[in-house]
């Protein structure tokens, strides 16, 4: 694999794309035996967008938000071109995929930006099944609406329900004038926590309505609030006062696969008068756990199952310590549409998190010793608006060394009073004495989170906030097997 104009990277890494020729053989021989290839196009360009009522000015993949859903069966090779229309140079990350490693999309350090009007080609086998989603890995262009969910099946389990929803949360603060870049300009000059976004781009929706779901209940979980107001939030695309209309029928069993792509909320999301049963998180199965609502960190998947009521019910994404609420209507029979500021009894009840759940006996981490412990400390402040993992933003980083084989240790402490939903690229990870795998966890403020993976995919493989901006302001770091 060529990868061009790479003396232009100022990073200080040796290999970029370093996918090893063991890779290239195995692809090769799959190929051989006749894998199927999944062929599919990806043009990221400007648009304009109705919301559902607001009009945004925004860079989206094939005009909308989200973009399109992808899907494949695991061991399938995806072949995604990508065109590139922005004015900008991009990339597209495949987030929570084990993949290949000059695949993972990650300019500086697995491949070269791809410049504005060109076309770059991802090619690569899916390992795992499970729920993704693609984005950028350039900049803060994720929070302009450049995101698409990524499904991929499972040849062996088909699934024990009747009918499948993708439901996409998002924060938005595009079309008001100000782009995610100017966002985080302004919190670099000290705009400060909760910075304001003005009251633009509210396009007469009752702002007042929203508060009405009280801060207390809200901030419970994750104790700080985010670093910035948004004036929507959406749910598939649409704001709460025209939703997306989710129908079945009463008795159903419906999988909803939940991803959230906002850059800087978490969402706790509930269904008026349902109960909600984990089954997978970040695509790997959990055992099966029921709760009334769940905190979803920004970059985790969850999958539930709900069995469905006879009526119109609010699905509801809560910011998590903001103000707001993004909202779909599951609707089955009669009943009336459920206002924009629904606040069902479920939201307050039994809340799970991530590091609530236990894991399947086919996602579990066999058990073995650490040969490699790295510490992760994660700080930095409101204040200057850098965010550093041991100290260090991601440009003054050394990469942490790894070896293939090894069970690896990630001793992650949160020095801060925000909480970091930290994502480690390539591959899943076993929170320790709790065993649930995932590829995204959120550490609460003052929070330790120790974290097992096996090194089994070479690479430079980053690991950082997916706080958008966190990660913008220095929060990242890099895997390196040498
Ligand atoms: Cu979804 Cu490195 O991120
Ligand atoms: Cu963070």
Redesign the pocket.
């Known amino acids: 694999v060529t990868v061009g104009g790479l003396a232009a990277c100022s990073t200080p890494r040796a290999a970029i794309g370093a996918t090893s020729e063991a890779v290239h053989r195995a692809e090769r021989a799959r190929q051989a035996a006749g894998q199927r290839t999944v062929t599919a196009r990806l043009a990221a360009r400007p648009a304009t967008l109705d919301l559902g009522g607001p009009t945004v000015q925004t860079w989206a993949y094939g005009g909308a938000v989200p973009g399109p859903l992808l899907r494949a069966t695991a061991g399938d090779r995806l072949k995604v071109i990508v065109d590139n229309a922005l004015p900008v140079t991009t990339s597209v ?1 495949w ?2 995929v084990a993949l290949r490693n000059d695949m993972d999309g ?1 300019p500086g350090v697995t491949q070269a930006p791809i410049a504005a009007g060109s076309r770059f080609t991802y090619d690569f086998t899916v390992p795992d099944p499970g729920t993704y ?1 693609y ?1 950028p ?1 350039t900049g803060v262009q ?1 929070d302009r609406g450049l995101y698409g969910v990524f499904v991929v099946d499972d040849p062996a389990e088909p699934g024990d329900y009747d009918a499948e929803w993708v439901v996409v949360l998002d924060d938005w603060v595009d079309g008001t004038g100000r782009t995610p870049d100017d966002v985080l300009a302004a919190l670099r000059q000290g705009g400060g926590a909760g910075m304001d976004m003005g009251g633009m781009g509210m396009d007469g929706m009752d702002h007042g309505s929203m508060g009405s779901m009280g801060e207390g209940m809200q901030s419970a979980l994750l104790g700080g609030a985010g670093d910035v107001v948004y004036p929507h939030y959406l749910v598939n695309g649409r704001v709460p006062t025209a939703p997306t209309i989710l129908t079945g029928k009463p008795g159903q069993r419906v999988r909803i696969r939940l991803v959230n792509a906002a850059s800087d909320t978490a969402f706790r999301v509930a269904l008026g008068e349902h109960r909600l049963t984990l089954t997978h998180s970040d695509g790997f199965p959990v055992l099966p756990s029921t709760t009334d609502a769940l905190i979803i960190g920004m ?1 985790e998947r969850y999958d539930v199952l709900v069995t469905l009521g006879d009526g119109a019910f609010p699905l509801v994404a809560s910011a998590e310590g903001k103000t707001g609420q993004g909202l779909a209507v599951v609707r089955t029979g009669a009943g009336a549409v459920p206002a924009a500021n629904a606040a069902p009894a479920e939201l307050g009840k039994t809340v799970l998190l991530g590091t609530d759940l236990r894991p399947a006996a086919s996602a579990e981490l066999t058990r073995k010793g650490n040969d490699t412990t790295h510490d992760l400390v994660l700080g930095g402040s409101m204040a200057d608006y850098r965010w550093t993992i041991n100290g260090k933003t991601f440009e003054d980083a050394a990469p942490l060394a790894v070896r293939q084989g090894e069970r690896v240790r990630l001793r992650l402490r949160n020095m801060t009073m925000m909480f970091h939903p930290m ?1 480690v ?1 390539g591959h899943t990870f076993a929170v320790a004495g709790i065993g649930v795998r995932k590829d ?1 966890v959120i550490i609460r403020p003052m929070q330790s989170l120790d974290l097992d993976l096996d090194a089994d995919n070479p690479g430079q493989w ?3 906030c ?1 706080n958008i901006y966190h ?1 913008e302001a220095g929060m ?1 770091t890099t895997l390196s097997y040498r």
Do not use: D, E, I, S
């Open positions: 990350h987030h929570g990650v989603f984005h890995h994720l970059g994502h690229h995204t980053v690991t950082h997916h990660a990242m």
